[in-house]
């Protein structure tokens, strides 16, 4: 069975103590380093090629957010979810504009915590459909007007079917759910999604959710 190798990136060793307790008694998951900010983190990526970084958000020096992008910026990067305290601030939105995956509370709970970093180094949404919808609404109204012309521009681009795809990855729908809902197999949806970020040039399904709300706004 092949691991899902994950990297923790945390100030506080606490919290990767624990982390690391929660990820390594689950069945195919396997914490392969750890960093206490930023710039460690971007090294000891470079150095263990972990499939999933569960990355902080505000730590001294280069935070979370700067060490998404720049992990972004890697010959193939791995999947990023940040860790934040509060359910929808600005920071995460950042963070998912920088090219995260997703975020979970610290106060997850283990079980959803094991489930979220399994979704996304499978490449399917770990955001349910209410957080997605929560996190859209905290989006600023800053530049609003030049946000919607960009991606509405950029979704031009689509077929039909694809738009259909990337509305309802922006509903914050899994694969399973799109399938049934568009009458196609999950295989052909996740042929239409990998299309997506490839047209689109985004990196993630996040990145597809908040190009579609966008365009809507």
Known sequence: MVKVRVLLVDDDALVRAGLRMILSAADALEVVGEAADGADAVAATQAHRPDVVLM?????????????AALRGLTNPPHVIVLTTFQADEHVMSALRAGADG???????????????RL???????LSPSVTRTLLSH?????????RRVAAERLTSLTDREREV????????SNAEIAASLFM??????????????????TNRVQIAILVHDAQS
């Open 56 to 68: 902080d958000i505000r730590m001294p020096g280069m935070d979370g957010i700067a060490a998404t």
């Open 185 to 202: 197999s999950e295989a052909t949806v996740k042929a239409h999604v990998s299309r997506l970020l490839t047209k689109l040039e985004v």
């Open 139 to 147: 989006l600023g109204d800053d530049e609003t007007t030049d946000r």
């Open 120 to 126: 996304v180094a499978a490449g399917e949404a770990m």
């Open 166 to 173: 990337a509305t309802a990855v922006g509903s914050g729908a």
């Open 103 to 117: 975020f979970l509370l610290k106060d997850t709970a283990p079980t959803e915590i094991v489930n979220a970093v």
